[in-house]
């Protein structure tokens, strides 16, 4: 069990967590929730012992591991697999000392805590977490520093996943995610077998992931059962009820002390009010939950409605080469009062989709033709680097405003969020989610037509999402987006657009149908099939490609197999020790137990192999 018992933390002088409890059961998986800033990672911070607490105690089992994400993103020339087996340390290190191991009563001992800890399955359940997380067969045997930061961070997140610590601890999981891998993800965590505390502001997770939701607020830690939405509820009435007692406390009070004032300098009521002196002090303040109210985002009116389609898309082919365009063939139109999603996992060209549409990207052939006068309001997470970190948003209102009064300025400041002496910040001392209302104020500054929003959520609190979603909905232009944050596309979207195989394409069923086909057909999300049309004059590369995979699966295999049978050579050699039956029989009996179970890991290998080797055959030929 964990054990949170009465604990205070402040950093920098803010007293974050004041004189709190709580206590979490093992096996709970429990989401998180507060609103930015409140000091959720500060709390993760002192479970792992690496923040000291001011007062109170945190208490684990002695035997727990503890398992985070790495704050930095694994690097280096070894591939994904191993470094994501590399992450059962106990595993790694039973392996290394079984190769050098010489005594038989260690090798035993070795091999039985192996089959014990079900290690020789590890590489398929390393491959299973990869591949979820979106990395081919293909991938997984490239080195971690040919991948750039966010999926480098997937890996890490791999690594934690595949290490199954007794408690998991998640800060923000989905940050560095595609709608598919939070799909996949959520599907993960609502089976984890040990405890889990996730940090999330992803509704869909806590409903669909989690057990209980711990609430922080105003300093204090109050654990709720049930999931987001039951949170929701239970606290609505918890407010409710809480306002009810502080009111008639209140009144209480009110009463007291006008006994108290009429009477006080009166003898003979002067033990009376002395008395109820007494009651008031005794009286403990009840504090009210008050609804934080969160500024709300809204977009600027169109001047002019265009006449329609906005946008029409013929036959297009876009990327960064010619010789190899990212996506062919696109032929489609947007009308003014479109909500479009775009599914697809990162990777398949939703980016280079949304450049084009946002007129960032010329296409190499076919036609894109746009309403006269449009204008394109384009946001993206990546921006947040071209924000000027040594000027407020006052001065970047400003540019766009130069002529304009001080208080026309101020009064568009306010508009986006920032009123009075919070417009004068340095954007360095933002938060991420200040940083992103500020980038939506700035991309739809000047009215436009229709809005890209791509990943808008990421560092955004669940009131804050629910605020762009209320946005998104009132506002009368287009809107596409980019998302893995399930309830904005749901409570927003009316048509959803999947990028895949290269092309774009609508998608006619629902986002629980599109969940469940990522989740029953994971290796078509992770290694698109090739198309049939428009591919028939290129039949070699196709199969070539094809082959990639089948390939490196054989050399796994055939690795595996050469290790496995150098294990066994060394029981057999353990086992042929002339007395070593009738000097130690629950040692021979040991060995006998880790030999059986080498046998079975080497017939699997040996079947893995010859189903990959038939299956490269066939596509040979």
């Given at each position: 069990m964990l054990s949170i018992n009465d604990i205070s933390i402040r950093i920098a002088g803010r007293l974050l967590i004041d004189q709190s409890s709580v206590q979490i059961v093992p096996g709970a998986r429990v989401g998180f929730v507060g609103r930015n800033g409140v000091g959720k990672s500060t709390l993760f911070h002192a479970?792992?012992?690496?923040l000291p607490i001011e007062s109170g105690s945190i208490a684990l089992p002695p035997r727990w591991r503890i398992g985070s994400l790495a704050q930095e993103a694994p690097d280096?020339?070894?591939?994904?697999?191993?470094?994501?087996?590399?992450?059962?340390l106990e595993r790694d290190a039973l392996l290394r000392e079984a190769e050098t191991a010489h005594d038989p009563h260690r090798i035993a001992e070795i091999q039985t805590r192996l089959v014990d800890i079900d290690a020789h399955s590890a590489p398929a359940r390393a491959a299973a977490i990869l591949s979820g997380l979106g990395f081919s067969t293909a991938d997984q045997a490239r080195s971690c520093s040919e991948f750039s930061g966010g999926w480098r961070m997937r890996v890490a997140l791999a690594a934690t996943l595949f290490a199954a610590p007794d408690l998991l601890l998640l800060d923000e999981p989905t940050n560095y995610l595609d709608l598919e891998g939070t799909l996949w993800l959520e599907d993960h965590l609502s089976s984890y077998p040990r405890t889990v505390i996730v940090i999330s502001h992803?509704?869909?997770?806590?409903?669909?992931?989690?057990?209980?939701?711990?609430?922080?607020?105003?300093?204090?830690?109050?654990?709720?059962?049930?999931?987001?939405?039951?949170?929701?509820?239970?606290?609505?009435?918890r407010e409710m009820l809480d306002a009810k007692h502080a009111k008639r406390q209140a009144d209480e009070r009110k009463r007291l002390q006008a006994f108290v004032d009429r009477f006080k300098a009166k003898a003979s009521k002067a033990r009376q009010a002395q008395s109820r002196v007494k009651m008031l002090e005794r009286m403990k303040p009840v504090t009210a939950l008050v609804t934080q109210d969160v500024h709300e985002i809204s977009f600027p009116t169109p001047e002019r409605t265009l006449s329609p389609p906005i946008i029409a898309v013929d036959n297009v082919s876009v990327g960064y080469d010619a010789a190899k365009p990212v996506l062919n063939r696109v032929t489609l139109r947007i009308d003014n009062d479109d909500r479009i999603a775009l599914l697809g996992a990162n990777g398949n060209g939703k980016s280079t989709l949304v450049k084009l549409l946002?007129?960032?990207?010329?296409?190499?052939?076919?036609?894109?033709?746009?309403?006269?006068?449009?204008?394109?309001?384009?946001?993206?997470?990546?921006?947040?680097?071209?924000?000027?970190?040594?000027?407020?948003?006052?001065?970047?209102?400003?540019?766009?405003?130069?002529?304009?009064?001080?208080?026309?300025?101020?009064?568009?400041?306010?508009?986006?969020g920032f009123s009075g002496k919070a417009a004068d910040t340095l954007v360095k001392s933002l938060s991420g989610g200040e940083k992103a209302r500020l980038l939506l104020g700035l991309a739809t500054f000047f009215g436009p037509n229709m809005i890209i929003l791509d990943e808008p959520t990421n560092h955004l609190d669940i009131d804050s999402r629910a605020a762009l979603a209320e946005a998104i909905n009132e506002f009368p232009g287009a809107v596409i987006m980019v998302s893995h944050d399930r309830y904005l596309i749901e409570a927003c979207a009316d048509r959803l657009w999947v990028v895949a195989d290269r092309t774009v394409?609508?998608?006619?069923?629902?986002?629980?149908?599109?969940?469940?086909?990522?989740?029953?057909?994971n290796g078509v999300r992770t290694a698109p099939r090739e198309r049939e049309a428009g591919e028939r004059d290129k039949p070699q590369r196709v199969r070539s490609e094809r082959r990639i995979p089948l390939k490196q699966q054989i050399s796994n295999a055939e690795a595996e197999i050469a290790r496995i049978t150098g294990i066994i050579e060394k029981?057999?050699?353990?086992?042929?020790?002339?007395?070593?039956?009738?000097?130690d029989p629950k040692q021979a009996a040991q060995l006998a137990k880790a030999r059986a179970a080498a046998a079975d890991a080497l017939q699997r290998a040996e079947e893995a192999w010859l189903e990959a080797s038939t299956q490269s055959d066939a596509t040979a030929n």
């Open positions: 479970i792992r012992g690496d280096g020339p070894e591939s994904l697999l191993n470094v994501v087996l590399k992450a059962d992803d509704r869909d997770l806590l409903d669909t992931s989690v057990d209980q939701i711990l609430h922080l607020s105003n300093g204090k830690l109050t654990l709720y059962k049930g999931n987001y939405s039951s949170f929701e509820e239970q606290r609505s009435m946002a007129g960032k990207l010329a296409p190499f052939s076919g036609h894109v033709t746009r309403a006269e006068k449009l204008l394109v309001g384009y946001f993206a997470q990546h921006q947040v680097d071209e924000l000027d970190l040594e000027a407020s948003t006052y001065d970047h209102i400003r540019r766009l405003m130069l002529d304009a009064p001080e208080s026309k300025v101020r009064a568009r400041a306010g508009a986006i394409s609508s998608y006619n069923g629902d986002l629980e149908d599109y969940r469940r086909m990522v989740l029953s057909a029981i057999d050699t353990a086992l042929a020790l002339p007395d070593i039956f009738t000097r």
